[in-house]
């Protein structure tokens, strides 16, 4: 999606960091879509599960790059539905 565009997204969750700050603790969730593509979301609490798929609505942050892997930055998400089987994400 373009910067600033508001969609659906679907994703396995591949990894989830959990970083503490001065506002409470902020969870980084990596996610992989079918296409091999990686999602970012930073959030406020602890919503999604380790390897579960998840359709998520979220707002385009950025586009960048981290360790030489092109990823996509969203925000302001709410989760729409998860997925039951990792294949139907596919």
Known sequence: ??????MDLAGTV???HRIPG??????IYKMLDDKGNCITW?????????GKAY???GTVKAHDEF??????VITRCKIVREIEAAKEVA
């Open 22 to 27: 001065d506002y409470g603790v902020t969870s």
């Open 67 to 72: 360790k030489g892997a092109k990823n996509t």
């Open 14 to 16: 591949v990894s989830e």
């Open 42 to 50: 930073f959030s406020s609490n602890q919503a999604l599960t380790e």
């Open 1 to 6: 999606g373009t910067v600033k565009e508001r």
């Open 55 to 57: 359709v998520l609505k």
